[in-house]
Each structure stands twice: as C-alpha cells, then as structure tokens.
C-alpha cells in the first residue's frame, strides 16, 4: 500500500514537471520566434493549417509552435525543437524521481516497520508470556498426572469405576502430550515397532469411549522404523477426530493396502477441508484446533505424505508409509 500511494504521488509529480518543461520549452520558442538567437530550434515555412498558433504542438520527431510569417496570408513559420533533444530531459526527470522515490520508500518502510515494533511489542511480550505460562503449567501437570496413572496401575482394579477413572485419566495424559507436542521441539527418535500393535492400542483406548461406534481394523504386521511417540501422536490426534466428528451410528475402518495406512470414518460433511490442517481451525466448537495441525506438523517431520479425502460424508486420512517401512529378510523387530 506504501509503495502504491509513494508511485501515484510521483506519477503526478513526474506529469506536473514534464508540463514544466513543456511549458518552458514553448516560451524560448516564442522567444525564439522574434530574435531567431538559439541553436537548439529550426524554422520552416508551412501552409496555413487548422492548427492554432503559439499553441505547442507535438509529432514523432519535434515539439513546435506556429508563428506567423511576415505579412503572408498563406504561408506560417514553423518552429521546431527535435524530440532527440527533448527526450533526454525527461530521461533526467525519470532517473531524479526515481532515486527519489527508492529514498521515500525505504524511509517510509523504515518507519512502518519501527511503528510495527513498537506497536506489537508489548502483545509479542504478553504471548512470550502466556507461552511460558502455558508451559509452566504443562510442566507442573506433568507430576499428578504421572502419580495418577501409576498408582492406577498399582491398584489393578476391573469394577466399572476404575475403568471409568483409568479411562479419563489416560485422556487427560494423552490431551497433556498433545499441548507439550505442540509447544516444545522434541528430537526425533528413531526406532522399529509393529504398526498393528500400536494400533490396537490406540483402538483399545477408543473403542470404550465411544462404544456406539462401529470398528474395523484390518492392519498387517508390518515393522516401521521411525519415531514412534511421534507416529502414536499421528495415530491418536486423527482417531481422536474421527471418534468426536463421527455420526451417532457411525464407523470407523483402520486398512492397510501396499504400505498406505487408511482411516475411514461417517461423518456429518466437512465445510472446507483445506482447513483442516491450519492452526486453530475448527469446524464446530468442540477442541481447540491443533490436533490436525500437530498431524501435519509431525508427518512433516517423519518425512511422511498424507491425504485428505471426503466422499459422500466419508473422511479419510491416508498416510504413505513406504518410506518408513523397515525392510528386511526377517519379520521380526531387530
């Protein structure tokens, strides 16, 4: 916008100051026309025309004006000024307004930019802040929640209540991971693990929450070697959305076929699916909108390639795992 207004403000400038010029090329012609003392012009003799006089004129090689001639009734005195001497003026004009136009801009960019500083930087403090906050939090949680979990496990009760409270205290755990994910760059670990068995997992810790829901997995034994609490983030954050955006008699498929990994799920339509991955997007007021991001964030970082498709109120996510496939002669994890 800057740049904009700076080049119709000096357009104008640069027509006024070629007017001048014009302007003052046109009174050393009528100048001109009654000493006949400058070099630059040439004279001619021309018809009379319909063309007014002392009125500068312009065609491909001169600037003119017409004068009269002595006392003839037929013939004009033409006064000529060639454009080859004219062009290099407004050649000079351009290269002035020029260098004055970068010295504007950079001075008005400096100043947008030192206004811009200023501006935002008590909000970029105030969210530096909230961040170490946030994470201060995250960090403090991480403490009850691990003593929960393991005195859960201690316990090893089986009545309804304990499953219930194991349940939502994983959630909780898994909801934590997922905010430290997001906040902190952990290095990547690469190791081997069997993909069916993180499944399940994942699978068993869903299907008693959302128990209305209809599930088929069908997932070879295939061995990757990746990062694995980074591809169990993966499998959670899409599963999580799968389970919450599902319909109320709904599904969700786990298939595998040549080294894609798919996950099928009902759903109610999705409004723009190009969002879906961008961060605190959300089609409805559920979650906060980083799940998907967080699976884009990690695949990226896995070097894994996903697709989105929706067809007929079906959503899959599919993520290509060749690249990740650990291939030997053994079927084993080495």
Not at 79 to 88: A, G, R, S, V
């Amino acid at each position: 916008m800057i740049a904009l207004f700076l080049l119709f403000i000096f357009y104008q400038y640069y027509k006024v100051e070629e007017a001048h010029i014009k302007n003052n090329i046109f009174l050393e012609m009528k100048n001109y026309s009654l000493s006949f003392d400058d070099e630059r012009f040439d004279i001619d003799i021309v018809a009379k025309n319909k063309q007014p006089l002392y009125e500068l004129g312009e065609d491909n090689s001169t600037l003119f004006i017409l004068v009269p001639f002595q006392d003839s009734q037929e013939d004009l005195l033409k006064i000529l000024y060639p454009k080859q001497q004219f062009l290099p003026l407004l050649k000079a004009l351009k290269e002035k307004l020029l260098v004055q136009f970068l010295l504007f801009f950079l001075i008005a960019m400096a100043l947008s930019l030192l206004a811009a500083w200023y501006t935002l930087r008590p909000l970029r403090n105030s969210l530096r802040l909230l961040e170490d906050f946030i994470k201060d939090i995250i960090h403090d949680l991480n403490t009850p929640l691990t003593s929960i979990l393991i005195n859960l496990k201690m316990i090893e009760g089986k009545d309804e209540e304990w499953e219930s409270i194991s349940r939502s205290a994983k959630n909780i755990s898994m909801l934590h991971q997922n905010l430290d994910c997001y906040l902190r760059e952990a290095q990547s670990q690469e190791e081997r693990f069997v993909l069916s068995e993180l499944i399940e997992e994942q699978v068993a810790f869903f299907a008693p929450l959302y128990d209305y829901l209809q599930w088929e997995v069908n997932v070879d034994s295939v061995v990757l070697h990746t990062d694995k609490t980074a591809f169990n983030r993966i499998l959670y954050n899409i599963l999580s959305n799968a389970c919450k955006y599902n319909t109320s008699d709904g599904f969700i498929t786990i298939t595998m076929d040549k080294g894609h990994l798919m996950i099928s799920n009902n759903s109610y339509g999705i409004d723009k699916p190009e969002k879906l991955f961008q961060r605190f997007y959300k089609e409805s007021e559920r979650g906060l909108g980083i799940g998907l991001h967080i699976v884009e964030k990690l695949c990226t970082e896995l070097g894994i390639e996903k697709t989105l498709t929706v067809d007929n109120h079906v959503v899959t996510f599919t993520l290509s795992l060749p690249q990740v496939i650990f291939k030997s002669p053994s079927d084993g994890i080495l």
